[in-house]
Nanobody, 122 residues
């Protein structure tokens, strides 16, 4: 099981960015794929999760309505579209996976990608 996160970068406040998590060694079916983020000096927090067993989950009130998670099974990829970005969204974004249903707790997931840095700054 491997996850590869990509798509991070520098974006101005109010801008958009889409990060991607590409899976290899397993199929997305039957797995929850979650996005977490960790800002400097802060704990890792759950952002969003998707599985084929339930509707997408969004765990942060601060990102609801601005972030959208989606999946492309043919490409083995889960995306996190981030709009109206704010400086406080600056963090390393990680994707994680495990079998079963979504959870916003990092302890649920046994497999993690390496993270991609998103910086929101003017």
């Amino acid at each position: 099981v491997q996850l590869q996160a990509s798509g991070g970068g520098l974006v101005q406040p109010g801008g958009s960015l889409r990060v991607a998590c590409t899976a290899s060694g397993f199929t997305l079916d039957g797995h929850a794929i979650a996005w977490f983020r960790q800002a400097p000096g802060k704990e890792r927090e759950g952002v969003s999760c998707i599985s084929n067993e339930e509707t997408p989950r969004y765990y942060l009130d601060s990102t609801k309505g601005r972030f959208a998670i989606s999946r492309d099974d043919a490409k083995h990829t889960v995306y996190l579209q981030m709009d109206s970005l704010k400086p406080e969204d600056t963090a390393v974004y990680y994707c994680a996976t495990d079998e079963g249903r979504c959870s916003g707790s990092a302890r649920t997931y046994r497999s993690w990608g390496q993270g991609t840095l998103v910086t929101v700054s003017s």
